[in-house]
């Protein structure tokens, strides 16, 4: 039994942590690799960590995805009678108790680009490191590069890693260690609820096997229509590579992602699909970046001249967005769709957030950790700088206030999507569908929906609250500060001679 109290074992045994975070894989996992190099014997640790699952960009979703992702990985290491050990611990706890009852030498795992709660616990792990003698070996994740003064090259810095030879493990090499029973019993914390521990089907299933399956049939196949299909919400669905949560929890690496299209771009008749689906995977990287650059994006203006942006909260609203029930169905089908399945394409995602911050007039801020919880692929590095780019407020990109009647008819003609999640809209011939208040009394009788009863009205009028918002967002853009914002933003996160990077900037 360990002693929790203080290290008075004097021959503890050395040996080294393999920390798990968001990079739940074996293939391709630089940590992994680096650390079966040395001699010591190894721990392989995760913790689903209480604070961070309190935080309010939390969801059940999120940490039924990482055990899934999890328990991939335990049926791999099956055969050799080995384990990750799962704690539901402060990962604060752990070192500890692990400190006291072994002598670890080096920690390895990777760089996180992650909220203010796990900045923080990083800061408090390389304080106890130091203080410990231990040292705290950390690898990149995908393209992003810590300690980034500019971005000059960085493009080419992203190829560079991402043609660099995969980090494999050697099945051969693995010197693992296990955990005493008595000792692991004390420190692993309570049961994960069921929730976390049942599959769900409406979401997405984690894992590295999921991972290589989605890229699989993505790339050998579905791709045909990517370029297509790609802001349809529904039929976005297929043809995406919906791989966005399996990089999101490092079920597989941007590496492989990157590699194993290029293999199969030589052969592909899709070839246009593949490049665009390849400079999204650019974007992936080049967004962590700039929040990897400049954090606290996840709480204020990353252009400080918005700060005198001002916009009453409505608690009326917000609720009536986050149901569904504006009266605005493309807007509403959206909202059910994500609340359910954890998935909605690029373009409704812009659009739902262009109605909350322009229609509604709600600031940014009143939507970021409910978004949060629903995105099943939350990464914050993305979720962030986009949030603020599509609400206007970074001063350097196009401003873009969506018509969500126009979208509707030009991508989901058909009204299939709308239909398929307001039911009470589902009799409704789909040139009638969208704009629902505007049907006679004797329409609303023979398509079985009282406007008012069963399906709301706008909760706003559409062209007025779009004027009022276009009129505000554009003035302001004139702003002084706003202007002198923008250009230290481009100077930090934008290398203007880069082609992708300064489309970003248009798009
Ligand atoms: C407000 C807002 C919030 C977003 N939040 C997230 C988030 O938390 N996590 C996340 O992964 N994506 C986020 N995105 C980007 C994008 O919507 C999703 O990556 C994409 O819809 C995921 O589907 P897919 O995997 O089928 O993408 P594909 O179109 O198949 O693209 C492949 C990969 O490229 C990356 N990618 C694609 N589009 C973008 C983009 N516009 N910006 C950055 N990377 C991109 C993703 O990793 C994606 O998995 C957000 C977009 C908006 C507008």
């Given at each position: ?11 503890r ?115 106890f ?93 579905r791709?045909?229509?990517y ?41 592909s ?101 409910f ?8 990464e ?13 407020v ?26 398929q ?20 009394a ?30 505000l ?35």
């Amino acid at each position: 039994m360990a002693n929790m109290n203080g290290k008075e074992n004097p021959n503890r045994e050395k040996i080294n942590v393999v920390w798990f975070k968001r990079d739940l894989r074996f293939t391709d996992h630089e940590a992994l690799h680096s650390a079966q190099k040395s001699k010591l014997p190894l721990l392989l640790i995760y913790c689903f960590e209480p604070s961070v699952m309190a935080y309010p960009d939390s969801d059940v979703r999120h940490w039924r995805f990482a055990y899934q992702s999890l328990m991939d990985m335990q049926s791999k290491l099956k055969g050799i009678q080995s384990q990750i050990y799962i704690f539901h611990q402060e990962v604060e706890t752990v070192f500890k108790a692990l400190q006291n009852h072994y002598q670890i030498d080096t920690i390895f795992s990777h760089e996180e680009t992650g909220n203010k709660i796990t900045f923080d616990r990083d800061i408090w792990v390389q304080k106890f490191c130091d203080v410990e003698g231990i040292i705290w070996k950390q690898y990149q994740q995908f393209g992003v590069i810590r300690g980034l003064k500019s971005r000059k090259n960085w493009e080419q810095k992203w190829e560079e890693k991402m043609c660099e030879f995969p980090k494999l493990v050697d099945e051969k090499k693995w010197n693992i260690i296990k955990l005493e029973d008595d000792f692991y019993e004390s420190l692993k914390g309570e049961k994960l609820c069921n929730e976390i521990i049942h599959p769900d089907k409406n979401f997405q299933p984690g894992g590295e096997t999921s991972a290589w399956r989605y890229l699989e049939s993505f790339v050998k196949e579905r791709h045909q229509n990517y370029s297509k299909h790609i802001s349809k919400p529904a039929l976005s669905r297929k043809s995406c590579s919906r791989l966005s949560p399996y990089l999101a929890y490092g079920n597989i690496s941007m590496r492989m992602v990157y590699r194993y299209t290029r293999q199969h771009y030589k052969t592909s008749n899709h070839k246009r699909d593949l490049s665009n689906f390849i400079s999204r995977l650019h974007w992936h990287c080049h967004f962590i970046q700039k929040f990897e650059n400049e954090c606290r994006m996840e709480f204020e203006h990353v252009n400080k001249g918005y700060d005198a942006l001002i916009k009453p909260k409505n608690q009326q609203y917000i609720r009536a967005w986050e149901q569904g029930k504006t009266g605005v169905p493309l807007v509403d089908a959206c909202m059910r769709c994500l609340v359910a399945t954890g998935y909605i394409n690029f373009r409704m995602r812009a659009m739902v957030i262009s109605f909350f911050t322009f229609n509604l007039w709600q600031d940014w801020r009143e939507l970021r950790f409910f978004l949060a919880r629903q995105f099943l692929d939350y990464e914050p590095g993305i979720h962030y700088p986009q949030i603020q780019m599509q609400a206007g407020v970074t001063g350097v990109n196009t401003i873009r206030i969506y018509n969500p009647i126009k979208n509707a008819e030009e991508h989901d003609a058909d009204g299939a999507f709308v239909k398929q999640w307001l039911s009470e809209l589902k009799d409704i011939p789909a040139h009638l569908l969208y704009e629902p208040w505007k049907l006679s009394a004797m329409e609303q009788k023979l398509y079985h929906c009282k406007i008012g009863e069963d399906y709301p009205f706008p909760i706003v009028d559409m062209e007025e609250s779009r004027k009022y918002a276009s009129d505000l967002i554009w003035a302001l853009r004139k702003d002084g500060t706003v202007k002198k914002e923008g250009k230290r933003i481009l100077k930090k996160h934008v290398n203007l001679g880069d082609a992708s990077q300064s489309n970003e900037i248009r798009s």
